[in-house]
């Protein structure tokens, strides 16, 4: 943590209940610090660049990836970590990795890919990422994995099943318990939820699929234009956009302190342990989440749901599922070191290579495994490769 002491309630590096694999200390940094910097120089931290947060990566320089999107829930969740005086080191290693298993094409990848592994017990990005750090990434002589704190492990897995749950043990445990993570993996979580919220405003009007006037028709988004038009008249557009998603993300956040110090006052932790068999204590106020339903409403009906985005996930969810469907038909066109990593080829080895390609990779991999026929003219034809092969040439590695 840097900025001054330690609350009694925070996360403490010292006292991590540790790693897989013991390791010599990490001094002079902190071992929350060693994670933070191993998350930060992984292969699979890198690929989120090009992966879509909601606009598909070549259909813009300037939309959000994945990568800006982490990095963005990184620095709210630092900041709020510092003003409850939490371990800024593990809040930002949380933030850092919470995609890492995340497929390619947003959630219209994630979708296809759970529909296609259903009868081997689904696809869930949370759980990938765990999986990322846990096996997949190659990186060290004496292990699988990154090896990571089980703190760190434990804010990345955000939920899961109960079978998944017995069959992470002790990570596993707290959600067929009922017992919460650290403050600072339940700030993260909510941290990610103020990001995309309003990153996806500003995004939703570059793209022109969202406008100021109905934007304006929410409450939280008018009352902060009505004092920026106040305070700086005749302002451009786009420095008015920016002015009011400041404004908006402030009080998204002074809320979320003020209700998690409600919280803290009324259980008054002493330590982690006490913050785990809390209830959960970070959390927004009612009337902050029913000021925030309306620009939720907004972005599902006129940004998620607009017929232009819809047509290109639409066409992100075939190419996952023919690229599935392929690869576990024809194990040798996997790539080596997945049929050698998992020895016997099967649908979760196909699932790991699918979740780790880039956007444009899995387009590629598309047109590579079928040919010249009517399916790949028919992707070449849509507004989802447009762009992509254009870019120079990429690698699953």
């Known amino acids: 943590m840097t900025g001054g002491a330690l609350a009694p309630y ?28 191993r998350i930060v120089h992984c292969t699979a931290f890198r690929r989120l660049e090009y992966k879509t947060q909601v606009f598909v990566n070549h259909e813009g320089d300037l939309f959000r990836t994945r990568l800006t999107h982490s990095i963005e829930v990184a620095q709210i969740a630092r900041s709020i970590a510092r003003r409850l005086a939490l371990d800024e080191d593990l809040i930002e290693a949380i933030s850092l990795a919470h995609d890492l298993g995340h497929t390619p094409f947003g959630h219209a990848g994630q ?23 846990d096996e997949l990434e ?7 994995g990154l090896n990571l704190c089980f703190e760190t492990r434990e804010g990345i897995l955000k939920h899961c ?5 017995r069959a992470l043990g002790e990570l596993g445990r707290r959600f067929l318990e009922h017992r919460q993570p650290s403050l600072e993996a339940q700030l993260a979580n909510l941290a990610d939820e103020i990001a995309y919220d309003h990153h996806d405003v500003d995004d939703g009007l570059r793209s022109g699929l969202l406008s100021l006037d109905e934007l304006e028709s929410v409450d939280l988004f008018a009352d902060h234009a009505r004092a920026v038009r106040a305070r700086f008249a005749d302002l451009a557009p786009r420095r008015l956009v920016h002015e009011v998603l400041r404004r908006m993300i402030s009080e998204r956040i002074e809320d979320l302190l003020a209700q998690t110090r409600t919280g803290l006052a009324a259980v008054a932790p002493t330590d982690i342990d006490a913050v785990r068999l809390a209830p959960p204590l970070a959390a927004f106020s009612d009337a902050m989440l029913a000021r925030v339903r309306p620009l939720k409403q907004l972005l ?91 870019a120079r040439p990429v690698s699953a590695g």
């Open 300 to 390: 599902h009906s006129r940004l998620y749901r607009h017929a232009r985005v819809v047509a290109v996930m639409d066409e992100a969810r075939a190419v996952v599922r023919e690229l599935f469907g392929r690869l576990l038909a024809e194990p040798t066109l996997l790539p080596d070191e997945h049929r050698i990593r998992n020895n016997a080829i099967g649908p979760r080895a196909v699932s790991d290579y699918i979740a780790g390609m880039t956007d444009r990779f899995a387009i590629r991999e598309y047109l590579r495994i079928s040919g010249d026929g009517p399916a790949a003219a028919a992707l070449l034809a849509s507004p989802l490769a447009a762009g992509a092969l254009a």
């Open 10 to 37: 925070a996360a403490r590096a010292a006292a991590s209940l540790g790693r897989r694999f013991a390791e010599p200390p990490a001094a002079p940094r902190s071992e929350f610090q060693r994670d933070r910097d």
């Open 111 to 133: 979708d296809a890919l759970s529909a296609c592994m259903a009868p081997w017990g689904g696809f869930e990005h949370n759980l990938q990422s765990l999986r990322v750090v």
């Open 138 to 144: 190659q990186r060290y002589g004496a292990f699988d």
């Open 161 to 165: 099943s109960p079978a998944n749950a």
